[in-house]
């Protein structure tokens, strides 16, 4: 499908603003000034100050010598990209993806392909854009075109008609000004001087030549408009494919009357899912307030599901969240991330359960849900001798283990996240301990096997070697123990228990 | 007989191979869906009873089921499972903060009918509060394992059965040196319709075994006279 973009044009965008919260300075010639450079600069004008002759980038100083009776406002830096992406989220209502201009910070970029027909129409589209705008206050200027860039040039330089058909951009742009092109001040003074002043008389140039003289940047630019090279349009708000919204008639404050809305939004929603293949990963309530509070609550899930009844447990569980104060009047439900659902093959007798159980999965969503996802841990072996990096995390409930548990080597059923100090008494050079004291308590070994030696990992951390040591006191606990380096003349040799054997 | 206890018969599951013991229990079955509290008062004794669990566990989970283990502090090393046959990466860990999301997610996990068994390391637990475990267990299936660490908290609790593992020492063979097979003192102190009594067990590798010394069983084995064995 052919592409089709609008550039809105705010032609004031800030003195039309100022007017709506100001009427009395409707008519009236004002400016906005910034400090730049120990002066003041004039960064947005009123239509009956620009009579006058002020223009933007003048000081304040030679305005107001120009018009004596100008008022002089404040700006505020970034107060006009706030504005207009008000002004844009308003516009999703005419097409998806909406834009900020980024070049020159005074319009709007819609991708409205598939969008006009809606309206009845590119031209209806136009008009109502257009009068619903000016119905607000803001006075802008449209235009359609097959690519952002041509229709930005047609917004503001075109004379003839806003609506460039089909195919017909470059014909449109044949006649304008170089400045259309969004070229760099530089450029734009280069193109004067050598006495472009129409594209025509430089589109045709070969682009080698173009290059040399006016750099990449500037081809890019003129690429852009004819549509050769495609410009991407980021866009203010990334629409969401998934989503469901349920207005209500009167304000909704109960926890019943919530629950029966999420339900009825989760069914349409896994409906469209299901029709897709399609499986929920996240999904965000948000719920606006009477007040105007918003609020949202999101779930997430292990796996791609588009069970009601399962979705519905895990938002059940972040109602609590949910302050309704007044009353809560439209509810929209959002599933950001999805993904393809796994349809496993029915079977006809009761399958061997296993970490991919259904119910499993879903008692980790609801944990998840509640109690937060760190606290759920699964590990496999690691390839490593030392006791603590022995085990690794899996990052996933389908990880599945490289190799073995190990059996050969002797692990304590807990071992202590700090192996704790013991006074010991041992023969030297590597016997196990005679006894230990551990706790104030003196435990005499009867048994014991070891020593088995494990190396400290070099290349991650300096210290001592460990001799472990399995021991089994008179009374049948077994331990594990360990000497941290060699026994030595001038140092003090350090015991550790480790851990207790079953 | 008790509300709510459905007497298994011997042909629809199969022995959990713990031989003596498993007589204590009503129709001479080891109750599968039912909750077994495990008390012990020191962490050597609690390693005990976390081996013995371990090897119970081997059994429940040799369909391929996973099981799940809730704690606020584990202590418990996945790499040492391997000793008792249990694939340690077939177990979830959920490692809570407090004992109220102990609790909760025990009982949701309990729910799960995918999962062999629950193992639940909680301070207490009180009398609705097993009650709750009960109800759902019954409807599960699902074994349910209490682990509780600190003994000296005992309330009266509906727990089909209470258990007290304490390590003895290890069996080895006629003058070999170093440790041998862990063995342990595995005591019923309660069992709902059944016969408490205390039995000496070694786990050999792949299997429990029973192993006797001069008497084949021993009701209250005092303390002092361990060091007999």
Do not use: A, E, Q
């Given at each position: 499908m052919q592409k089709r973009y609008v550039s809105i044009w705010f032609r004031q965008l800030l003195a039309d603003w100022q007017v709506l919260r100001r009427p009395e300075l409707s008519g009236l010639p004002f400016v906005f000034v910034l400090p730049d450079h120990g002066r003041m600069l004039v960064t947005a004008v009123s239509p009956a100050a620009l009579e006058m002759g002020i223009e933007i980038g003048m000081r304040a100083a030679d305005a107001k010598a120009i018009c004596p009776g100008l008022e002089v406002l404040d700006d505020k830096p970034g107060r006009a990209e706030k504005l207009l992406s008000g002004i844009g989220e308003w516009c999703i209502r005419y097409a998806p993806i909406v834009a900020l201009?980024?070049?020159?910070?005074?319009g709007l970029l819609l991708d409205i392909s598939g969008c006009a027909h809606l309206w009845g129409g590119e031209r209806e589209y136009l008009k109502d854009i257009v009068s619903r705008l000016k119905s607000k206050g803001y006075v802008v200027r449209l235009a359609i075109a097959d690519t952002p860039g041509a229709a930005w040039a047609v917004a503001r330089f075109g004379k003839l008609t806003p609506l460039i058909k089909e195919g017909e951009h470059i014909n449109a742009l044949q006649t304008l000004p170089p400045e259309a092109l969004r070229p760099e001040q530089i450029t734009l003074d280069k193109l004067r001087k050598l006495g472009f002043y129409q594209i025509r008389s430089f589109m045709n140039m070969p682009r080698s030549v173009l290059r040399r003289r006016f750099g990449e940047d500037f081809l890019l630019r003129l690429a852009q408009a004819l549509g050769t090279e495609n410009e991407v349009l980021s866009p203010i708000k990334l629409p969401v494919l998934f989503s469901e919204r349920l207005p209500c008639l009167e304000p909704v404050r109960t926890r019943k009357a919530i629950e029966i809305a999420i339900e009825k939004m989760l069914m349409a929603l896994c409906k469209q899912l299901q029709a897709e293949g399609k499986g929920l990963r996240s999904g965000v309530l948000t719920c606006y307030r009477l007040d105007g509070q918003v609020l949202s609550v999101s779930i997430g899930t292990s796996g791609a599901n588009h069970s009601v009844s399962h979705l519905f447990k895990l938002f059940q569980l972040k109602i609590d969240q949910i302050r309704p104060g007044l009353g809560i009047e439209l509810f929209v439900l959002e599933a950001p991330k999805v993904d393809p659902v796994e349809v496993p093959q029915e079977e006809m007798w009761t399958s061997t359960p296993g970490l991919d159980d259904k119910s499993l999965l879903q008692l980790i969503d609801r944990v998840s849900g509640k109690v937060g996802p760190e606290v759920i841990r699964r590990y496999v072996p690691a390839t490593r001798y030392w006791p603590e990096r022995s085990i690794n995390r899996a990052r996933s409930i389908r990880e599945k283990p490289i190799e073995q548990w190990n059996i050969d080597r002797p692990r304590p059923t807990e071992l202590l996240q700090h192996p704790v100090a013991v006074e010991v008494m041992a023969l030297i050079p590597d016997h196990p301990p005679r006894f230990f004291i551990y706790q104030g308590q003196r435990h005499l070994v009867v048994k014991a096997d070891g020593p088995e030696r494990i190396e400290r990992e070099w290349w991650l951390d300096e210290g001592e070697h460990r001799d472990y040591y399995q021991v089994e006191d008179e009374k049948g606990c077994r331990y594990w123990i360990y000497r941290s380096g060699h026994y030595g003349l001038q140092k003090r040799h350090r015991w550790f228990l480790h851990g207790f054997f079953a | 007989m008790w509300q709510g206890v459905k007497p298994q018969s011997a042909a629809e599951s199969e022995r959990i191979g713990l031989g003596e013991i498993e007589a204590a229990f009503p129709n001479g079955i080891f109750p599968r869906k039912a909750i077994h509290e495990f008390v012990s008062t020191s962490p050597e004794h609690s390693a005990a009873s976390d081996g013995f669990i371990g090897a119970l566990l081997s059994i429940l989970m040799e369909n391929g089921a996973a099981c799940v283990w809730v704690s606020t502090s584990r202590r418990l090393f996945p790499a040492s499972l391997g000793a008792f046959n249990v694939e340690a990466d077939r177990i979830i860990f959920m490692d809570a903060a407090s004992e109220k999301d102990v609790l909760w997610i025990t009982e949701e996990a309990l729910k799960c009918e995918g999962l062999a068994a629950v193992v639940s390391e909680l301070g207490s637990l009180s009398l609705i509060e097993s009650r709750r475990l009960q109800l759902t267990v019954e409807q599960s299936g699902v074994t349910g394992f209490i682990l509780r660490k600190d003994a000296n908290k005992t309330a009266s609790n509906v727990a089909t059965a209470r258990w007290q593992i304490t390590p003895l020492p290890s069996g080895n063979e006629e003058g070999m040196p170093g440790l041998g097979f862990p063995r342990w003192q595995v005591e019923l102190l309660k069992v709902r319709s059944g016969s408490p009594g205390s039995w000496m067990m070694q786990w050999s590798g792949d299997r429990f075994e029973e192993f006797v010394l001069e008497q084949k069983k021993i009701i209250a084995w005092p303390d002092e006279d361990r060091k007999v064995v």
């Open positions: 201009d980024s070049f020159s910070l005074d | -």
